[in-house]
């Protein structure tokens, strides 16, 4: 009999992020999460402030907070935000699209070495990436020349 | 069967926001492209401009809609997140109802600023 | 001839019975061309410490009992090739997810919990048949290759190993038995799709899944389970919302309503009784 119990094994939030060397879908769902989890806690400080400062506090207090987070770090921030918006929206698009079973390929018979239908479908997942580095370039052009 | 629904209004939701949200940004940061339709607005941050759009019935709509829709489909990837991390069974139902109670506080909370300045 | 290399085996061990902490012992195995990790590990068994307890069963790839992680990729130890690995250092642990028994050698009680769970098994509403059954079912070709692909699964665990989703969400079915779950509702001579939702449109099921895509990426045997999921989904996603064709399982063969002409048995060539047997 045995006389220790099985240990459990599990690898956590951390097999989230890294639980060995897999290709690059499973990187584009790590990041979908953390630019999904990010832009949870940025809307959550926005309508705190936009709710408090605006509805309750008034006019005056509202001027001075709009200048507050004028400051440059914060402006590295929204833009932050903006590229994890991009990001998150167009692999969101791609994940709609794939995860409703479309633009993925019919079954086929496997026949090594095998190509799965991610795989086959890369150079869509990298022309979506390509399209998100356009547009965060294209808005870092508009934040760069100092931006409203 | 619920869950189903749930999920593909995740994705309803996420296509809508693709396009509130873009405009959203634009209007808010990107004057090069609202000039180039033609249209011209103040620095939208102002209080005046943020007062013209309360005032205006469109914008009203626009926001709270675009509200509704963005706490939907944050709170459901943020249900998704945390039960996949905690144990099943009750904590579900605990969980959900939490999910709920944060939706519904922080959409009275960002409808009240709005129809405040509206009704004033 | 070949060069024998000397690869350093480096492998995690743990005792229950004593229990300690899992620790990695270090190996050294000489490697012809052609060795496996398995053939590695069985060296080590045999020559070096025979206390090292491993899995395995047909060392073919087609039982899956050899599941484990090397290198930090979930692979079958019979079907890697150490050259293959490209490295002197070849980290073995045990496949992640699964309660580790002693040594390289998981608990699968909960895979096969989870597959059972889906009914992995044809379902019609004609049980004298699927009882007592007196024909084939009719299955055209393209039919058949609608869900040939993921009826290979050897069950070896590799996919709920690497699926991030797994590794959180204990409850979670798993790729294997959403993958097992489609292979049926996708096969036209079934009819039990409507059985099986209860159990995988749960957020503990179906959509659970967020397409990492890293159970196909480990398959050996390229199902790809994560095709097999996205498909449910739009099965279950149709079905919801009352769209598409909705078709009937496919019917038992007839029996056949011509016969052939009975062939004329040739004349004996041979009298009986011609030749007995010499006494």
């Known amino acids: 009999m045995r006389a220790g119990s099985p240990r459990e094994n599990y690898l956590g939030v951390r097999g989230w992020v890294w639980a060995g060397r897999y290709d690059l879908e499973r990187y584009l769902y790590t990041l979908h999460r953390i630019t999904g989890l990010g832009l949870v806690l940025y809307l959550f400080m926005h309508l705190t402030v936009m709710a408090i400062v605006r509805g309750i506090l008034g ?15 914060f402006k590295v921030g929204e833009y932050v935000v903006f590229a994890a918006f991009i990001y998150h929206g167009l692999n969101g698009l791609r994940l709609i699209f794939q995860e409703l079973g479309f633009l993925l390929g019919k079954p086929k018979p496997p026949i090594y070495p095998f190509r799965d239908s991610l795989r086959r479908r890369r150079p869509l997942a ?11 370039a294209f808005v870092l052009t508009d934040f760069a020349k100092g931006g409203p | 069967m619920r869950d189903t629904y749930l999920w593909l209004l995740q994705l309803v ?22 000039g180039f339709f033609g249209g011209h607005i103040d620095e939208p941050s102002f209080w005046s401009s943020m007062i013209d759009r309360a005032t205006k019935g469109w914008w009203l709509t626009f926001y709270i809609s675009f509200l509704a ?5 944050a709170l459901y990837g943020l249900r998704g997140i945390v039960l996949e991390v905690t144990p099943s069974g009750r904590t579900e139902r605990v969980v959900t109802g939490m999910i709920w ?3 519904l506080g922080a959409f009275a909370l960002g409808v009240y600023a709005p129809v405040h300045l509206f009704t004033r | 001839m070949d060069t024998v290399m000397q690869i350093r085996f480096k492998v995690q061990r743990y005792n229950p019975e004593n229990g300690a902490a899992p620790r990695m012992d270090e190996f050294v ?5 052609g060795m496996t990790v398995l053939d590695g590990l069985f060296y080590i068994r045999d020559n070096l410490d025979s206390t090292l307890a491993v899995r395995s069963s047909c060392r073919m790839a087609i039982c899956g009992s050899c599941a484990m992680l090397i290198n930090n990729f979930p692979h079958l130890a019979c079907h890697t090739q150490i050259a293959e690995l490209k490295a002197g250092t070849i980290e073995v642990r045990p496949l992640p997810n699964f309660p580790i028994i002693k040594d390289l050698v998981v608990d699968l009680t909960p895979l096969f919990e989870k597959h059972k769970a889906v009914k992995p098994y044809l379902i019609r509403s004609d049980v004298e048949e699927m009882e007592d059954p007196t024909a084939e079912f009719l299955q055209t070709p393209e039919e058949l290759d609608a869900y040939l692909q993921f009826s290979y699964c050897i069950k070896c665990g590799l996919c709920l190993a690497a699926c991030p989703t797994v590794a959180t969400d204990t409850p979670f079915l798993g790729p294997q038995a959403l993958a097992q779950c489609y292979r049926y509702c996708g096969d036209s001579r079934d009819d ?6 209860p159990t995988v449109d749960r957020e503990h099921g179906l959509w659970g899944c967020h397409f990492a895509g890293a159970c196909s990426e480990a398959c050996p045997k390229g199902l790809d389970p994560a095709l097999a999921i996205q498909l449910l989904k739009r ?13 009937r399982p496919t019917p038992v063969a007839s029996p056949p309503t011509t016969r052939q002409p009975k062939l004329p048995v040739p004349e004996f060539t041979v009298e009986v009784g011609a030749n007995p047997p010499e006494k």
Do not use: C, Q
């Open chain 1, 59 to 73: 006019e005056g207090a509202y001027e001075d907070v709009i200048d507050f987070f004028e400051h440059s770090v």
């Open chain 2, 69 to 73: 829709l963005v706490l939907y489909h």
């Open chain 3, 29 to 33: 195995v000489p490697a012809p061309r």
């Open chain 3, 192 to 197: 039990g799709a409507k059985e099986r939702f």
């Open chain 3, 235 to 247: 099965l279950r996603v149709s079905r919801a919302l009352g769209l598409g064709r909705k078709r």
């Open chain 2, 101 to 103: 109670a944060v939706g």
């Open chain 1, 126 to 136: 990298l022309g979506m990436m390509g399209f998100v580095v356009v547009m965060a």
């Open chain 2, 13 to 34: 939701t996420g296509s809508l926001i693709i396009v509130f949200l873009a405009v959203h940004m634009v209007m808010m940061h990107l004057d090069n492209i609202v």
